[in-house]
């Protein structure tokens, strides 16, 4: 009965070429894992483009009549996959992260410069992460051991030497059931480092109440340990975690049952788990803004005014704090004057960035000013919507704890730290 | 050498790119793949039949089928991988090779893997996704796999088993009830029927062919359970596959765990973003409790891209309900005025579907929307008034003024759909407009030339109209319009015309029609349903392409319909082993089998020499541990592997380093605490002390490893713990409680004065939404019977009061049910006791009949219960009225971490200290319940807290801001412990009483 719904020609499933796209249009590069697919796909991805207006608009998923193609939009270049039938997309954007995050991670940014730089590298990794469309090798540490990242002193021994940074020994990593760690890594200094940074999304109404709030939240680990350890960290208060998203190396059972997160960590940079603190919570929101920002009907001016505060600050200084306000696009100019820091009026994408610094309670920073219209347009309907950035050091807004961390399966010692920093995530001021 | 591998490497993508245009070249490079593929070394094995297997030429067919053969009984699971992979390759090169690649396919599905059984199972899809029965076999083995596979074989073998467990079971949702009424049979898995024996597993098995009562295939429920910890993948599209797989495979009950992790994906990229928005707009329609408790992570920011809010919006849109439309609207409201025009307009729309769902707001949001009609941007105003016919046409008879309205309107909308609906609907309408649809009319006919084709038509129609039932006053304006519309250029609007004379206008021959014109015409028209665009779209997989497009993608599998009676499940039985050493209990060990063989296997020959340390001492301990206490532990650390490992490794060693540990750290402990966090001022230099630091912490920690090895000993006896385990996993699968929080009863009273909100005036959106609870039920002031048709009823909402931070502000409501106007209305000279003071409202001026207002006052009552004794007068009466305060009313939340808790807990004790300990009844043991059971009462705030079984909640007395602090000490069993410390004794004491209460009741 299923022989009906099967066709009989062949299926090319998956990813059958990539694209890489500059923000001026330029195809730069182009990789096919199939049989050749010509340029002018592309042709219908510009039109979408030119459609949407802003690049963040540009519909991930386009249909054309042959092809699907599939795209993301990362550190201002597209990468256009062309797909030939039923595939998950999320399966195709997700694969897509993967390869700019691999570019990311081997050249330290994931720009056209750098990938024109790099371009043979950047051949022999698609090449390796992709068979026939499917993915193959996708983790840093069985690519790091296949292909050499890129560094001055390789590229200048390589010079020198003839020898290329292609990995002369083939990666046993794949082979093994834990494919993250690659096999005998040696370090004269053994250490472990966690980052837990915290992300507060919130949108503050007008009048300064919560409409919504909640802490995001990353455990980021550097680990840098020889041999095969196995680590387990645990918290004081794990039940803050609401919902948690583990890297494959998490044993899972373990956390079900014990709330202990045990893992054979791979080796170098990667992140640990991702969680949600439960909604339950009030989250504490440690800045405040007042604001006045008025136009004035029929004149050419308005006002402007914000000033920032601390609150529920554990008693924390609170850092780095930048405001990010889209201007209505009538605003023509912008003349403030802020107590503290510098800002910054873009009069072409009409945005004010506003570099505050560190808030002293004695002393609360505010920004004042007038604001130049078009004359004659009529005034904006809506005030400009506040972006705060800010940065806690030494704090997890949410209370999370490290309890400790055990390693078993190796001899040595090796050195432990945790560090804890709370920011703003999407932060938004309505006014 | 160094250099060769690396050209070698280039050449290859070299070769692979050019070999379809330049065949006789390649050819010439098959020989030294050949010699490749006999390489001892199994990495070179895979590679050349990799770069092989990508040569599309022809020619080579039966060289690549050769290879793909060798390599699928290769040594090495790495080298089958590779020729899982090459099975594709070859077949899109050669459809006619698929019956010797599907015997490839199927001796390759039996490996056990996890390396190749992504691989295969994608080639599987590829090549022959209609040959269910390869899959029987293997089921149950892909199942206990999944959680090992790689990420990108999970994607697809989730996939392929939706499809596959849609042929094989029947539907979870045919008999919910029974299934609720028989929660142990449903959940059963595989170690609790160890634990019960044979004879269970047999009844199971005998009930499925007789179909009733439903009982989920065992199996059925091995696919939910293995897939449900992916959920908490990193990989987003995992985590999608699996929402898909519990969309369509699980019973109702359960599809909600997978809320959460989707609401989780929105913080990811913004493509991400968009295909998880889709889907979650096709299940909000279908499944609406789900997104519920999550409601606000879709709220739209004002940096969110246009088609990212325009689907967050659309599912705000399909959550709305009666008890969240208040905040779903103010919400709107805000949107309203977004700079970004397109998202307006989706607002608008959205706002127009609330209303015609959602029966008790049509009339706020026509309102509102008619407000926007003055807006001054055109786009937002053409919008609005399309929705406003819409809304219209539901109730058009009380609505003859917006009607009025609309018509001048016409004199400035310019935007062509705008204009088109004001015509229609004063056609439609014009015997509730009798005076205005004439002049329109007569405007239009004026400008008929200059307008769009669109409302050309609509002038037709609206000409027709009027001559059907005021013939007297436009016959010549008709005949007028229809002869402009006779010669216009468009031929659709002269085929109107002429069709519309022809009807109207009787003449010799077509009367036969005319006399039914007004029938025609003016037939009563059904109101339009305004629908998700999402509806329906769930008939696609989710999480599909053919989905996300909604339009059927080429390759495209439908996923089928339930069969109606079960297919035999004995298929999926799997011979046993020979070595198996138990024959008692034959199925159910069957079913695990190929687990176990699985990870015998993998650390097994399979594995080439370098086998790393990990699996070894894996396979180690299990051996160790099964010939030390028989047949039993081997199942409970087949169980879980994964698990086994970390605890082998640890059992080693721990013993003695573990103390050896412990002493250190106990030493070190002084130096290091207090400075809690700062461990980043760094490494090298402070290493010692920065190292106490972070292992030192308290006593608890250092128990608590022993303690868990105590638990669960590595090689118990047989019943304990398969008892344990299934105790876990029930509790594992109890359904999942995700309460919308929101009491129904309380935002709806609200109602009236929260879609104030929607007349888009300047005035400030209520602050509220702090508390998770917003106000207390609705108390009588008044009756309407005493009252002399005026009913007062009052409610606390639990805001802060504007004028003064100290008053707990009162939300009076109003409603003058008698049939004349009350006039006046305002309180009198009130008569307090000390202390109490009161902020009155405004005084209302009239109340006309059958309205309602709400008004706001503040009342002081000085940190106690005394009731608020006031007059409030009418300009003919006076009512004597008290309003009296629960205790929780008395106090405002506060925000404190748990160590400041804890601190001012310390300073609270003796004789501000009351204790009352209780059994919490089953119903009120979940921490959403609870939480919500002691908001309700008192206005507090939960205070985050790490322990296990804790709720504190924390609150300062208006008046006088002395703090109260709540802990509940809640058992697993229901006993409890509820403390409250606060200065005001009394109370406290009072609020004892009420939480005691609400949380037995």
């Known amino acids: 009965m299923y022989t009906k719904l099967f066709k009989l020609f062949s299926l090319q499933k998956m990813i059958h070429s990539l694209f890489l796209i500059n923000c001026s249009g330029d195809i730069f590069l182009e990789k096919h894992w199939k049989s050749v697919v010509s340029q002018s796909v592309c042709d219908y991805f510009f039109e979408a483009q030119e459609k949407a207006a802003d690049v963040e608009n540009v519909p991930p998923v386009i249909s054309t009549p042959h092809h699907y193609l599939i795209s993301i939009y990362r550190d201002k270049l597209f990468f256009v996959s062309v797909i030939q039938t039923e595939v998950p997309p999320l399966f195709v954007i997700e694969f897509l992260h993967r390869v700019a995050d691999t570019f990311q991670d081997y050249f330290g940014e994931c720009s056209e410069a750098a990938i024109k730089d790099n371009v043979v590298i950047v051949y022999e990794l698609l090449e390796e992460m992709l068979d026939n469309g499917f993915p193959l090798a996708t983790e840093s540490n069985i690519l790091k051991e296949l292909i050499k990242p890129p560094t001055i002193l390789r590229s200048v021994v390589n010079s020198i030497t003839g020898s290329s940074n292609v990995g002369d020994t083939l990666p046993t990593g794949q082979l093994s059931n834990i494919p993250w760690r690659r096999a005998g890594v040696k370090y004269t200094n053994n250490e472990a480092y966690f980052d837990v940074v915290e992300e507060i999304d919130a949108i503050i109404d007008k009048s300064g109440s919560t409409v919504f709030a909640e802490i995001q939240g990353v455990i980021d680990a550097c680990i840098k340990l020889s041999g095969m350890p196995d680590l387990s960290l645990s918290f004081m208060n794990p039940r803050l975690l609401d919902d948690v998203s583990f890297h494959p190396c998490i044993r899972f059972k373990r956390w079900e049952s014990e709330r202990v997160l045990s893992f054979i960590p791979p080796d170098g940079n990667f992140r640990l788990i991702s969680y949600r603190v439960s909604s339950q919570n009030l989250v504490a929101i440690p800045v405040y803004v007042k604001h006045c920002i008025s136009f004035k009907e029929n004149s050419s001016c308005g006002r402007f005014d914000i000033t920032i505060g601390p609150k529920q600050n554990m008693g924390k200084t609170i850092e780095g704090i930048t405001v990010t306000v889209h201007m209505p696009k009538v605003v023509l100019n912008m003349n403030l004057t802020p107590t503290q820091g510098s800002y910054t009026f873009d009069p072409v994408t009409k945005v004010l960035t506003w570099d505050v610094g560190k808030i002293t309670p004695q002393k609360l920073p505010s920004l004042k000013g007038l604001v130049n219209l078009q004359s004659g347009a009529p005034k904006p309907e809506e005030n400009p919507s506040l972006n705060i950035q800010f940065k806690i050091q030494q704090l997890a807004i949410s209370g999370l704890k490290v309890n400790r961390l055990d390693m078993y399966g190796e001899k040595y010692k090796p050195f432990k730290g945790v560090k804890y920093v709370t920011k703003a995530g999407k932060f938004q001021v309505r006014t | 050498m ?577 070595w198996t050493k138990c024959s008692n209990r034959e199925k159910r060990k069957e079913k695990e089998k190929p687990f176990y063989s699985d990870s015998e296997g993998e650390s097994g020959p399979t594995e080439s020499a370098d086998s790393d340390p990990e699996s070894e001492s894996a396979s180690d301990s299990k051996s160790s541990s099964e010939s030390g206490s028989g047949e039993s532990s081997s199942e409970s650390d087949s169980e879980d592997q994964e698990e086994e490992k970390g605890r082998s490794s640890e059992s080693e060693q721990s013993e003695e380093e573990g103390e050896k540990r412990k002493m250190k750290k106990k030493k070190k402990v002084p130096e290091g605490q207090g400075e809690g966090s700062s461990s980043e001022e760094d490494s090298d230099s402070s290493s010692g002390s920065s190292e106490s630091e972070r292992t030192s912490e308290t006593e608890e920690e250092q128990v608590e490893p022993a303690s868990w090895r105590k638990k669960t000993p590595p090689s118990g006896k047989s019943a304990p713990v398969a008892k344990e385990i299934s105790l876990l996993d029930l509790e594992d699968f109890t359904p999942p409680s995700v ?85 006046g209305l305002h309180v009198g000279t009130p008569k307090l006791p000390a202390g109490i003071s009161i902020q009155e409202f405004p005084e209302i001026e009239s109340l006309a009949p059958g309205e309602s207002v709400t008004a706001v006052m503040g009342i002081n009552f000085c940190d106690s219960t005394q009731a608020a004794n006031f007059q409030l007068c009418t300009q003919t009466r006076q009512f004597y009225v008290s309003i009296q305060p629960p205790v929780g009313e008395l106090m405002a939340p506060v925000f404190m971490s748990e160590n400041e808790f804890k601190k001012e807990q310390g300073k609270l004790t003796g004789m501000s200290e009351i204790t009352e300990k209780l059994t919490l009844p089953d119903t009120c043991r979940n921490d959403h319940i609870v939480v919500q059971r002691v908001t309700a009462v008192a206005n507090l705030g939960r205070v985050p807290c790490g322990a296990s079984d804790e709720y504190r909640f924390a609150g300062r007395t208006l008046t006088s801001g002395s703090l109260v602090l709540l802990t509940l000490d809640a058992r697993p069993t229901g006993a409890a412990q509820l403390t409250v410390n606060s200065e005001k004794m009394v109370i406290g004491t009072m609020l004892v009483k009420d939480v005691v209460q609400a949380l037995t009741q």
């Open chain 2, 739 to 823: 309460q919308p929080v929101s009491p129904p009863t309380i935002v709806s009273t609200s109602l009236a004065t929260d879609l104030e909100g929607l007349t888009l005036t300047d005035s400030p959106l209520v602050p509220s939404l702090l508390s998770p609870v917003v106000g207390v039920g609705r108390q009588e002031l008044l009756h309407r019977v005493a009252g002399e048709g005026l009913a007062v009823d009052y409610t606390f909402s639990r805001q802060p009061f504007s004028g003064d931070p100290h008053m707990v502000s009162v939300h009076i409501h109003f409603s003058n049910s008698s049939d004349t106007p009350i006039k």
């Open chain 2, 2 to 578: 160094k250099t060769i591998v690396a050209v070698k490497k280039l050449v290859y993508v070299y070769l692979v790119r050019y070999a379809e245009e330049q065949q006789d070249l390649a050819l010439l490079s098959i020989s030294t793949f050949q010699r490749g593929l006999k390489d001892p070394n199994q990495l070179i094995r895979a590679s050349a039949l990799r770069v092989l297997s990508s040569i599309r030429v022809p020619i080579i067919v039966p060289i690549m089928m050769l290879a793909i053969k060798e390599a699928a009984s290769d040594m090495s699971p790495y080298v089958r991988k590779t020729a899982a992979h090459a099975i594709p390759k070859l077949y899109s090169l050669d459809s006619d090779q698929k019956d010797q690649l599907i015997e490839v396919i199927e001796k390759l599905l039996a490996d056990k893997t996890t390396l190749v059984a992504g691989s295969v199972v994608m080639a599987f899809e590829e090549v022959c996704p209609e040959r269910i029965d390869l899959i029987h076999k293997n089921y149950r083995k892909l199942c206990n796999l999944l959680i090992d596979v790689e990420e990108w074989g999970q994607v697809v073998i989730i996939s392929m088993l939706t499809r596959y467990a849609r042929t094989q079971f029947l539907s979870p949702t045919q008999n919910e009830s029974l299934l609720e009424e028989n929660p142990e049979k449903a959940f059963y898995g595989s170690e609790e029927d160890e634990a019960k024996g044979p004879g269970s597993e047999e009844a199971a098995t005998a009930a499925l062919p007789a179909r009733k009562p439903y009982v989920m295939d065992p199996d059925h429920r091995l696919l939910l359970r293995n897939t449900k910890p992916l959920l908490q993948s990193r990989s987003a599209a995992v985590v999608m596959a699996v929402a898909q797989l519990y969309f369509h495979l699980a019973p109702k009950a359960e599809v909600g765990v997978i809320a959460k992790a989707l609401v989780r994906l929105l913080r990811s990229h913004s493509e991400v973003q968009y295909v998880v928005l889709q889907n979650v707009a096709t299940m909000s329609i279908k499944r609406r409790g789900m997104f519920e408790p999550y409601l606000k992570s879709f709220y739209i920011r004002s940096t969110d891209p246009t088609q990212i809010k325009i689907l967050k919006l659309e599912v705000l849109t399909n959550l709305a309900n009666e008890t969240n439309t208040p905040t779903v609207l103010r919400e709107f409201q805000t949107y309203i005025r977004s700079m970004d025009k397109d998202f307006v307009a989706a607002t608008i729309q959205a706002i127009g579907r609330c209303a015609t769902n959602i029966g008790r707001v049509r009339d706020t949001c026509l309102n509102g929307l008619v407000q926007l009609l003055s807006n001054r941007d055109e786009l937002v105003v053409a919008e609005s008034v399309v929705v406003i016919k819409k809304l219209l046409q539901m109730q058009p008879a009380q609505h003859g003024e917006i009607i009025k309205h609309l018509a001048k309107l016409t004199d400035n909308i310019q935007v062509p759909m705008a204009r088109a609906s004001i015509l229609w609907l004063i056609g439609e309408y014009c015997e509730h407009v009798p005076k205005i649809a004439p002049d329109v009319l007569r405007k239009m006919a004026k400008s008929f030339t200059a307008e769009e084709d669109i409302v050309k038509l609509q002038i037709i129609n609206l000409a027709a109209k009027l001559y059907l039932t005021n013939s007297k006053q436009t016959k010549l304006l008709t005949q007028y319009v229809l002869s402009l519309a006779k010669y216009d250029q468009n031929y659709d609007i002269r085929d109107r015309a002429r069709f519309t004379r022809q009807l109207i206008v009787p003449s010799e021959q077509g009367g036969a029609l005319s006399r039914h014109a007004k029938k025609l015409f003016l037939a009563p028209k059904p109101a339009p349903v305004l629908e998700s665009s999402f509806k329906d779209r769930d008939h696609f997989q989710l999480g599909s392409l053919s989905h996300l497009l909604n339009a059927k993608a080429t390759g495209y599998q439908e996923l089928p319909d339930w069969p109606e009676e079960a297919p035999d499940p004995s298929v999926r039985n799997v011979e046993v082993p020979e």
